[in-house]
């Protein structure tokens, strides 16, 4: 990001479910592991939504804004 203002649109108070990429992979295999999953739908989520402004103060501490 080299410390470059994060593009908002809107106002920034929507909110996303941000999931760890590792946790929807366990979920698919779990999903695809059962046979009574076949066909059905899921929602894989962490169920913890945040604004997009508080995300964006958040990665702002982050040491990979910098870089």
Do not use: H
């Not at 108070?13 to 946790?23: G, I, Q, S």
């Not at 295999?29 to 739908?41: D, F, I, M, P, Q």
Request: with cysteine; glycine share 12%; net charge positive.
């Amino acid at each position: 990001m080299k410390g470059l203002p994060l593009p908002i649109t809107g106002t920034g108070e929507e909110t996303r479910d941000f999931t760890y990429v590792l946790d929807l992979v366990q979920g698919l295999l779990k999903a695809g592991y059962y046979k009574k999953a076949v066909g059905e739908n899921f929602n894989l989520a962490a169920g913890i939504e945040i604004s997009i402004n508080r995300g964006n103060r958040v990665w702002k501490c982050s040491p990979c804004w910098n870089q």
